[in-house]
């Protein structure tokens, strides 16, 4: 079992297709069809599927997957290692969600960049759950989350800041100056979800008691960040969104804060693999995390056994 076969049978799993993969790893196609033979025979088991529609695993193939992934990145950090002499380099894959990259995470990454030259972050937006199973799985080294505090089997998470959050709407909005406001009211409101895949929307929506089909409001699920803001100042609906990414709007008068405070915590997190081997890149990624975090807190770490 070689990491070149490896990395042809990742390949074609990802693309679902030999030739695209053989293009992917700029390969002819019998090539990356001998690798992944080669690798079956070695093994004594098939591991893919070729379909009409494409390629699919077998079991054995979804059971070697992660640990494919793993030898190849373990690999790849092998060759930085020995020729970086000690300096953090290579690139980072990150997943995370608008409002972290835009408010925590592009500070980092100047960070980085002056004092990590060989250093690169390459930033995958998606939903948390999402990108947990990708860190998971080795296609993401990390992931920046917003959440409340939980354990993940095999994966080590770093609390890095309080994220509060605060639900906003129109500065003409019936609910605005109102005082506390129930639960009740709010749950015919229209709701604007801003980073629309992000988990606490879930926790709003379990709290306010909306999340089956019949008792939803009107959901409008937006991927930007300026885009919610922006329908919220229309008089579109209310939206729960980190404070970081509204306290400029909420100054100026451009939104207004709904009296309404959250049963639940939420903190940013970062969420990386439990690893034997070090790698310094990711290691010096997480600590300029918590260097340029907005409130500086005692790191917590919740190690899932």
Not at 53 to 62: F, M
Not at 217 to 224: A, C, G, T
């Amino acid at each position: 079992m070689e990491t070149p076969q490896l990395s042809a049978f990742v390949a074609v799993l990802e693309i679902g297709s030999f030739t695209r993969a053989a293009a992917r790893l700029n390969l002819s196609q019998p090539t990356v069809t001998t690798r992944v033979k080669s690798l079956e025979q070695g093994l004594g088991v098939s591991l893919l599927e070729r379909l009409p529609g494409g390629v699919r695993p077998t079991p054995a193939g979804a059971q070697l997957l992660p640990y494919a992934r793993e030898i190849i990145s373990l690999t790849a950090r092998a060759r930085q290692a020995v020729s970086a002499d000690g300096e953090p380099h290579g690139c980072v894959e990150v997943g995370t969600v608008e409002s972290v990259t835009s408010y925590r995470l592009l500070p980092m990454v100047e960070y980085l960049y002056r004092r990590y030259p060989k250093m690169q972050v390459s930033l995958h937006a998606g939903a948390d759950t999402d990108a947990i199973t990708a860190v998971r799985e080795g296609r993401l080294d990390c992931a920046f989350v917003v959440g409340s505090p939980e354990e993940h089997e095999g994966l080590e998470t770093r609390v890095l800041c309080p994220e509060p959050l605060v639900l906003v709407g129109s500065p003409s909005h019936a609910l605005v100056g109102r005082g506390q406001v129930a639960d009740a009211e709010l749950r015919n409101t229209p709701i604007i979800r801003a980073d629309s895949r992000a988990g606490y929307h879930d926790q709003f929506e379990e709290a306010l008691g909306t999340r089956a089909e019949t008792d939803r409001p009107r959901v409008f699920e937006l991927d930007s960040v300026d885009a919610a803001k922006r329908s919220v100042a229309l008089g579109i609906g209310m939206a729960l969104m980190p404070l970081v990414a509204v306290e400029r709007e909420l100054g100026e008068g451009a939104l207004a804060a709904i009296d309404w405070v959250p049963p639940f915590e939420t903190y940013t997190q970062v969420v990386r693999r439990k690893a034997s081997v070090s790698h310094a890149a990711l290691s010096a990624l997480v600590a300029a995390a918590l260097d340029v975090a907005a409130e500086p807190m005692e790191p917590l770490v919740l190690a899932a056994s």
